[in-house]
């Protein structure tokens, strides 16, 4: 009887698996291929794959969590800096920003709302839309009250943004190209700016780039893709104007990276619908070419130049005197501000060590902390490795609508590195400096309004970022 039982027991257990294998869900289809790794040394690598709605949502499902979080920060942060409510950035990412944003783009942002709400994230399209224009509000806030005779904040201003190089030739070890960035930023969003994106699209080259959760750019632009293009950048600072019937800086940004095979497919992307949001000297190369390019992109003025043999820095120095003059209120003769104490410390680092750059160089480049004006080696808001906080003229020294900021990762790459898909990379501040939250905001209890977001920055050392084969 016993034996009997045990019979039907397993008879029904087997009928109900059935049933249950019949009825469960399947596998969503949008998430073949996506997956994201645990955090090696402070980054998360993601690899997505598909069309724009696929990669999108397989974006939204696998950071969820993460994409919640920043979006937290950016409520605190975008409102704080230039004193308008979320509302006010959602009506214009609706009005302003989603009229020119093609398609493609639009689906990719849907498909991350579609993939945080179905963990339970409740955001929508203009939630999105915002942060990814993260990096260009504070352009259009400065124009929008210029229009409508309202007082801008003093945060609502182009900071300084970023350190970088690129160099070819007689200036490289071998002859081939090195490029290098520093991300410089609010520690906000920085401490989260850890991402790593291996995107496989259907349409476009396959690239790798870092970035942050939410974002379909990196934002701080260091990426390459498979026809050999590495693109990045540093902010003009100062810089003032905006074309509200302009094309998103963000999408510019994304389809230079997809669909770019040249320095002139890079150029054409950027000039085209050029808003002037978040208005940069963009450093590109062509690693299969060995040609290196600076696109100096204001609205108004654009200028590209280009070298088989030599090299191009960025720290937010304006280039053209023109542009200099039409579009910013940079201070060109003061050497103590930081663009101009960091753009000489590059110029001394290219020529000292002309024909040795390599990668490894470029790691220590970023981590560097000569104060080029005082001619001290001591971490401040005039150093490569940015530390605004430890600057000794104060937070307010510093061109930016930030107060906690400085240097937060750090990549480089090269010809043989690119070929493989390949970057090294470092989160945190490349010196090896970490950044303690609990006790910065007790020196400087006027950042208080950043401590429910405020966390620890930790230094880690350069790992490579290495795309799905």
């Given at each position: ?34 997956f ?42 975008l ?52 942060v990814?224009?993260a ?31 690129v160099a ?59 026809a ?7 902010t ?13 800086e ?7 990276m997809q ?177 303690l ?8 209890p ?24």
């Amino acid at each position: 009887m016993r034996r009997a039982i045990s019979i039907a027991v397993v008879c029904s257990m087997i009928i109900l698996a059935g049933v249950a294998a019949s009825t469960a869900p399947k596998a969503d289809e949008r998430l073949k291929g996506a997956f994201r790794r645990p955090a090696v040394n402070g980054w998360t690598f993601v690899h997505l794959e598909g069309t724009a709605a696929q990669i999108g949502y397989q974006h939204g499902y696998l950071l969820a969590a993460e994409i919640q979080d920043l979006y937290k920060v950016y409520v605190l942060e975008l409102t704080h800096d230039n004193g308008k409510d979320w509302n006010f950035f959602r009506e214009a990412s609706k009005n302003v920003l989603w009229p020119h944003v093609e398609q493609e783009y639009r689906e990719e942002m849907q498909g991350i709302v579609d993939g945080v709400n179905a963990q339970g994230v409740k955001l929508d399209i203009w939630d999105i839309v915002t942060v990814n224009a993260a990096m260009e509000w504070s352009y259009y806030v400065d124009q929008y009250d210029k229009e409508h005779k309202i007082a801008s904040l003093p945060t609502v201003t182009a900071g300084d943004h970023c350190s970088a190089f690129v160099a070819v030739g007689s200036y490289t070890k071998d002859g081939r190209v090195v490029i290098a960035h520093n991300n410089w930023t609010s520690y906000l969003d920085g401490a989260r700016w850890t991402m790593a994106f291996d995107i496989v699209p259907a349409h476009g080259y396959h690239f790798v780039m870092d970035g942050l959760p939410g974002l379909i750019h990196s934002g701080d632009d260091f990426g390459l893709n498979s026809a050999g293009i590495v693109i990045t950048e540093t902010t003009i600072t100062g810089f003032h104007g905006f074309d509200s019937n302009g094309v998103p800086e963000f999408v510019r940004a994304r389809k230079a990276m997809q669909y770019s095979a040249s320095i002139d497919d890079v150029a054409r992307i950027f000039k085209e619908g050029n808003n002037g949001g978040y208005a940069n000297d963009w450093l590109i190369a062509d690693t299969r070419k060995g040609e290196i390019a600076s696109l100096e992109l204001g609205l108004k003025n654009v200028t590209l130049d280009r070298k088989t043999d030599g090299y191009f820095v960025g720290s937010n120095f304006p280039i053209n005197p023109k542009l200099t003059a039409d579009e910013t209120d940079f201070p060109v003769n003061d050497p103590g501000v930081s663009a101009n104490a960091r753009r000489r410390r590059w110029e001394q680092l290219m020529g000292e060590n002309k024909g040795k750059i390599d990668v490894k160089l470029a790691e220590q480049f970023l981590a560097d902390h000569v104060d080029s004006f005082s001619g001290k080696t001591e971490p401040s808001e005039r150093t490569l490795c940015g530390h605004v906080e430890l600057s000794p003229r104060g937070m307010g020294s510093w061109q930016t609508p930030f107060g906690t900021a400085g240097a937060v990762q750090n990549k480089a790459t090269d010809t043989q590195m690119a070929a493989k898909m390949e970057f090294t990379a470092a989160a945190g501040h490349a010196c090896g400096m970490d950044f303690l939250a609990a006790k910065h905001l007790q020196q400087h209890p006027e950042q208080s309004w950043e401590k429910p977001e405020l966390r620890d920055m930790k230094a880690y050392p350069w790992t490579t970022i290495s795309a799905q084969k």
